[in-house]
């Protein structure tokens, strides 16, 4: 079981940029595929992106392809979003989890991966 705890987050201009960060613990973090998603209040989660357990695939939602990048350490059991040009509607709290299952194809939605953290806050104000 992989468990995490994501931060990061805070208040920026639209415009702006933040890199948020999502440590695990558990064994074997190495072999699981890791994605971030996001809730906006009065939303459904959505998901953002996607990591395979080796760093070697990424996937992005299309509304954040070209302004969000999602990379891991393994070394250091972590793994970041950086996000740029951010916009009003990226406003949402965001969280991180593993894949549902080790050394399993890159995850592409919500339901591919397992327990999400407590999530960080994101707020770009206009």
């Known amino acids: 079981q992989v468990q995490t705890v994501e931060s990061g987050g805070g208040l920026v201009q639209a415009g702006g940029s933040l890199r948020l960060s999502c440590a695990a613990s558990g064994r074997a973090f190495s072999a699981y595929g890791m994605g971030w998603s996001r809730q906006a209040p009065g939303k459904e989660r959505e998901f953002v992106a996607s990591i395979s357990w080796s760093g070697g695939s990424t996937y992005y939602a299309e509304s954040v392809k070209g302004r969000f990048t999602i990379s891991r350490d393994n070394d250091k059991n972590t793994v970041y979003l950086k996000m740029n040009s951010l916009k009003p509607e990226d406003t949402a709290v965001y969280y991180c989890?593993?894949?549902?299952?080790?050394?399993?194809?890159?995850?592409?939605?919500?339901?591919?991966?397992?327990?999400w953290g407590q999530g960080t806050q994101v707020t770009v104000s206009s």
């Open positions: 989890a593993a894949g549902r299952y080790s050394l399993t194809p890159i995850g592409r939605s919500v339901a591919d991966f397992g327990s």
